[in-house]
């Protein structure tokens, strides 16, 4: 078996709306060995290896549904076991993940697979296909593997237990993880910001961060008062708090004199220690200090000597000032049976399933380690001396569940005092969740009465030992800290709106964005030239997958996000993120067709179609495009949204009268009206040659860009005026839309400059052409990119021809496979084939030259439509350009003259025309005042 390919997905996809990674598969000659015919004796090693195999339900969605499937008839094929296999070894490293999907790819390539599995953490779930690809090859029988297989030094539970510690390593703490699975609980959205614990909860400007159970409120002071542990004490005992007496010392003489002023017996510990590092109890001669003290000191400059508080080690958690918890801890021990050592003993505790590899499970494996043997030669014991019946055998001098520790849910009995007691310590320190260290023999006495002290005060305090107690009552410990950050009603989420189709994506995002910033938003944007915040920007370049989507949102000054999303991304590695309020698909036209698996339309439209499966509010769709209109049947959103300029359009009009959401474009006496219908309310928007980016109205395609734009801010909530505000104040100029049919017409010819580089996106701006008033010529500089098809290139050519009295054909810069000629020759050629003319046919490789020729060849009244690749230095050329080479004056514009806007009229017939419509003042009649 080989792997071909690996993507991973790190959000919503064509798979799965959660991440998954997929493995293109090889199986070569084990196409022909399903599981049956490998035999028992490779099903129950599989099983053998992992037992939990035997739990998955598989097709018939019940235990042991994935074994009888592996058993009946041929059994199953190994691309389907490695799905499960990898799973599992997810399960046991900690991960709750369940979904799989393996299939065949295609006739034309038996043996391939394309297997799909949940994962919870990137590298954990890309180690966890490789060690499941080894796994099965090593249970293969011998004559079906090659000797590059086969590893003689590989162990397969040494191999299982290395990929739970790097598993471990790389997952959230449980600490974090039960926040992160409190925030999921309350809809609150998160990201993981390192490798380690720092996670954001929220979007924008809602934002909390919180590193393992520090939170963004908590105090520094707080923080550092508490890691200073001589200090902390002086402050507890000042206010009454039962402390012990300590000293702080530098040297092992030092800690003997204290220790025999304090009394034996004593602790040592590390000033600024913690997770009960370097800590040595029950100290009871000059010897054990003196090795109590170099212990501590592995971990601290400073070390405190401190008297020895007699009781139960308990850990008491307090959140925002109260106590949520509380756990009695025992140190890792084993108990005698007065026949097996103490090394068997440990053996036989390790057996619990209760204990695993690090936080792989509730309890954590004993160690016979440097420590452990410390503490058995305390007692004048060895791994090998057998205990007596009964007797308690301590392996760790600290009740640290990670080290074996158990731990006991006491917070049913706690005495109202010790409780008052531990909010009182924390408060004291300043922090916002602390941990209490209390050491007492009974806890459900009073300390007052049955004695006791606080040991230390813990910042990021551990919650594993309360959510997973090793008897009692699991507590939420993470819930109370969420409460805290984002109190009930309180946001967490920005509104997104993600915008995808073919073609007008960058300029509908931009008009979108635009608008929310007018209505008083602080946007962040993805789109194909960078990312902005606020309007400007900060990161440049194509910035339209997933990793741009989460730079946006933990911008902590937004509070609204528009994400331009791009086929390449989704195929690439999905969304950046698992919901979105409003999702709009512009249209589905041929291009990067026969790429990356998409040979067709319908294909297009299933990798395009994620941006509506995952909006929650509203799905906006262009129901004049029959790819996008189908769209309707796969989205959850509370409302649909079409967008159509056909005002006649059959099911826009039922859908209107049944009191759905619509923009429709519609015809006055005035010109075009862009209308909005929601709920039986008509309302016109705004009149399309109010809005600079349409060219007075000639720009169709950028008015169905402006009606896209105008539904899905009125679905994200804006006001009215503020949409037509925005549409009105936004321009296509170079700044502001750069490469989105700019013009410049300070030359004696009008240029206009566009980035389309497919048929549709062409054919849009060669109609644009043909719309303005021009008293000259019309010429072109059309190219296409080298990775599109020859009849991709062909219908580009058919786009322009006929349109234009001089053609002259390009290249990319970059060639994309293609030879340097080879592109514009295509063009030529079918242009030919047109019907245009040879000699109004012109070929020029060259960007830079053919932009050159075309601007040589102007004239005054000229119209020249330059399609261009590289965007900032094709526009520099078209500005800078001079005949004579002279440097150019521009002198400034005069300020135009006010224009006075007639009284709209409407052609009521043509509105009526959408169905019932209500007519009153607010749907009907525009106001004077608004110039609509």
């Known amino acids: 078996m080989r792997v071909l390919n690996r993507s991973v997905y790190v959000g919503p996809s064509t798979y799965a709306h959660f991440p998954v990674i997929k493995l293109e598969l090889d199986l070569g000659e084990l196409e022909h060995w399903p599981t049956a015919r490998l035999g028992e004796s490779f099903i129950g090693g599989l099983v053998e290896a992992l037992p939990g195999l035997a739990e998955h339900g598989c097709s018939y969605r019940e235990p042991g549904g994935f074994l009888r499937r592996m058993r009946e008839d041929e059994g199953t094929w190994l691309g389907h076991v490695l799905e499960h296999v990898a799973l599992e070894l997810q399960n046991i490293a900690g991960e709750d993940v369940t979904f799989g999907k393996t299939r065949s790819i295609s006739d034309d390539r038996p043996g391939i697979y394309s297997v799909v599995y949940e994962y919870a953490q990137r590298e954990e779930g890309i180690a966890a296909g490789e060690l499941a690809l080894k796994l099965i090859t090593s249970l293969l029988p011998p004559n079906l593997r090659s000797a590059g297989d086969i590893d003689v030094e590989w162990s397969w539970p040494q191999a299982r237990d290395e ?43 809602y934002q909390q961060r919180i590193q393992a159970t520090v939170t963004g409120k908590t105090s520094h002071i707080a923080v550092e008062l508490a890691s200073d542990k001589e200090e902390t004490n002086k402050i507890l005992g000042s206010l009454g708090l039962p402390v012990p007496q300590q000293e702080l010392v530098q040297s092992e003489d ?101 204990r695993g590899v690090g936080h792989e499970k509730v309890l954590t494996r004993l160690n016979l380690d440097r420590e452990a043997e410390m503490m058995l030669a305390r007692i004048g014991s060895t791994a090998d001396s057998v205990p007596k019946a009964g007797d308690v055998v301590y392996l760790r001098s600290t009740a640290n569940l990670s080290t074996g520790g158990t731990a006991t849910d006491v917070t049913d009995i706690i005495h109202p005092d010790n409780r008052d007691m531990a909010e009182r310590a924390v408060r004291a320190i300043g922090l916002d969740v602390g941990g209490v260290d209390f050491l007492a023999p009974n806890i459900a006495e009073s300390y007052r009465k049955a004695g006791g002290g606080i040991c230390e005060i813990n910042a990021a305090p551990g919650f594993r ?154 799905a906006v769709l262009n129901a004049d495009d029959p790819n996008v209109l189908k769209m309707s049947g796969y989205t959850d959103a509370k409302i649909i949204c079409y967008v159509t300029m056909n005002p006649s359009h059959a099911l826009v009009r039922e859908h209107v009268r049944a009191g759905g959401r619509a923009c429709a474009l519609e015809a006055g006496v005035n010109g075009a009206m862009i209308t909005l219908y929601d709920k039986n309310n008509h309302v016109p928007l705004l009149w399309t040659h109010l809005i600079p980016a349409t060219l007075e109205g000639r720009a169709l395609h950028n008015v169905q860009n402006a009606m896209f734009a105008a539904a899905m801010a009125y679905s994200l909530g804006i006001k009215l005026d503020a949409i037509r505000q925005g549409l009105r104040t936004f321009d296509t100029t170079f700044f502001q839309a750069p490469g989105r049919m ?31 008033d021009v ?55 079918a242009l030919v084939v ?76 043509s509105f009526a025309a959408l169905g019932n419509i209500v007519r009153d003042e607010r749907g009907i009649r525009l106001s004077r005042e608004s110039d609509d």
């Open 834 to 909: 047109a019907g245009v003319a040879k000699e109004a046919i012109e070929e020029i490789p060259d960007e830079q030259k053919a932009i050159d020729a075309a601007l040589a060849m102007g004239r005054p009244g000229d119209l020249l439509l330059i399609f261009a690749d590289s965007l900032v230095r094709s526009w520099k050329q078209i500005i800078r350009f001079q005949p004579d080479g002279a440097p150019r004056k521009v002198a400034p514009a005069p300020a135009p003259a006010p224009v006075a806007t007639p009284e709209p009229v409407f052609d009521e017939a």
């Open 254 to 354: 030092q800690a003997v004199r204290a220790a025999r002023r304090l009394g034996y017996p004593v602790v040592t510990k590390p000033y600024n220690g913690n997770h009960g590092r370097g800590i040595s109890i029950h100290l009871s001669s000059d010897e054990e200090v003196r090795a109590g003290f170099v212990a501590a000191r592995e971990h601290s400059r400073s070390v405190i000597v401190e008297t020895f508080l007699q009781g139960d080690d308990h850990r008491l958690l307090v959140v925002n000032g109260q106590l949520i918890a509380a756990t009695r801890r025992t140190p890792g021990h084993v108990v005698g049976d007065g026949r097996r050592t103490i090394r068997e003993l440990i053996d036989i505790v390790n057996q619990d399933p209760r």
């Open 465 to 618: 030992m309360h959510v997973s107690p090793s008897e009692g009552t699991p507590r939420d410990a993470a819930g109370p800290v969420i409460d805290m950050l984002f109190p009930p009603g309180t946001p967490a989420r920005v509104p997104i709106a993600a915008i995808t189709g073919t073609n007008g994506k960058t300029t509908t995002a931009r008009m979108l964005a635009h608008i929310t910033k007018m209505a008083g938003f602080t946007p962040g944007l993805t789109s194909t030239d960078g990312v902005y915040i606020d309007g400007q920007r900060t990161v440049e370049g194509d910035m339209t997958g997933p990793v741009s989507a989460r730079m946006v949102l933990a911008d902590p000054s937004i509070d609204i996000a528009v994400l331009e999303t791009a086929r390449g991304g989704l195929l690439r590695a999905g969304m950046g993120v698992r919901h979105v309020n409003v999702g709009a698909v512009l249209n589905i036209q041929s291009d990067h067709l026969g790429m990356k698996g998409i040979d067709s339309l319908e294909q297009l439209a299933e990798v395009k179609r994620i941006v509506v499966e995952v909006a929650q509010d509203c």
């Open 742 to 772: 700019n013009v410049y017409d300070e030359h004696p010819f009008k240029v206009l400059f566009d980035y389309g580089h497919n048929a549709a996106a062409v054919a849009a701006m060669a109609d644009l052409a043909t719309r303005l």
């Open 775 to 829: 008293s000259g010529r019309r010429i072109v500089v059309v190219a296409g990119p080298g990775d599109r098809r020859d009849e991709d290139l062909v219908a580009i050519a058919q786009a322009v021809a006929g349109r234009f009295d001089h053609y002259i054909c390009r290249r990319d810069d970059a060639l994309r496979g293609r030879d340097g000629d080879e592109v514009p020759r295509i063009i030529a050629r």
């Open 163 to 205: 990929f739970i510690r790097y598993a471990q390593r790389r997952a959230l703490g449980p600490s974090t993880a039960s926040l992160v699975r409190a925030a999921e609980q309350r809809g609150i959205p998160w990201l993981r910001l390192n490798d380690q614990s720092l996670v954001q909860l929220g979007h924008g400007k």
